[in-house]
């Protein structure tokens, strides 16, 4: 869960060289973001985020290698293994917005009409020219929800909740008709139709 402000794109998985640059996996198409930022926010567990001002960032085989004007070496580098990265929703330009509300959709709780809990937003997905939701459900299952509004009632961001009504027959396909619960984690939200951030 993100404080007010900041939205989670990534995660430090280790340390690479003896510079001291920082392996991270990045969520969804984070990886553009990075060239558009100037700094970066290090979450550790407990603490608020620390700013950071960004160096070289280079590709690598699990991510991004990243250097930061405040890590000399391999030492300190290492205090920040495993910690998110940030970024503050006001860096990132109007051109990059749609990254970040994918972002932001990760981990949301859906629910369906009847008030029933589907499970959690897993990934968002354009590759096929249509925004598409992967959605795990609490029996485990992967259910596959084109975003359109025909099928997405609403969305709260700040709630970190969706309202969907899928297409008949999408569920069974799935075999997740029967998987839904009538308590998920949040309540349900009032569907107004509209996206709320």
């Given at each position: 869960m993100s404080e007010k402000g900041f939205v989670p794109v990534g995660k430090v998985i280790k340390v690479h060289g003896?510079?001291?640059?920082?392996?991270?996996t990045w969520y969804a198409d984070s990886p553009f973001l990075i060239a558009q930022l100037s700094?970066?926010?290090?979450?550790?567990?407990?603490?608020?985020?620390?700013?950071?001002?960004?160096?070289?960032?280079?590709?690598?085989s699990k991510g991004l290698l990243v250097s930061l004007e405040s890590v000399q070496g391999r030492?300190?580098?290492?205090?920040?293994?495993?910690a998110e990265v940030w970024v503050r929703r006001r860096d990132?330009?109007?051109?990059?917005?749609?990254?970040?509300?994918?972002?932001?959709?990760?981990?949301?709780?859906?629910?369906?009409?009847?008030?029933?809990?589907?499970?959690?937003?897993?990934?968002?997905?354009?590759r096929t020219g249509q925004e598409m939701w992967t959605i795990a459900t609490p029996a485990g299952r992967e259910v596959l929800l084109p975003a359109v509004p025909e099928f997405v009632r609403e969305i709260?961001?700040?709630?970190?909740?969706?309202?969907?009504?899928p297409p008949p027959g999408l569920l069974e396909l799935y075999d997740a008709q029967d998987q839904t619960e009538e308590n998920g984690p949040e309540p349900p939200p009032e569907p107004s139709g509209r996206e709320k951030r």
């Open positions: 003896l510079k001291g640059e920082l392996c991270i700094r970066i926010y290090l979450k550790t567990e407990g603490r608020h985020p620390r700013q950071q001002v960004l160096g070289q960032v280079r590709s690598h030492d300190q580098a290492r205090q920040w293994l495993g990132v330009p109007d051109s990059a917005a749609h990254l970040l509300r994918d972002l932001e959709l990760l981990g949301s709780a859906v629910y369906l009409q009847s008030g029933g809990y589907l499970g959690r937003i897993e990934s968002v997905d354009h709260d961001v700040h709630r970190a909740l969706a309202y969907v009504c």
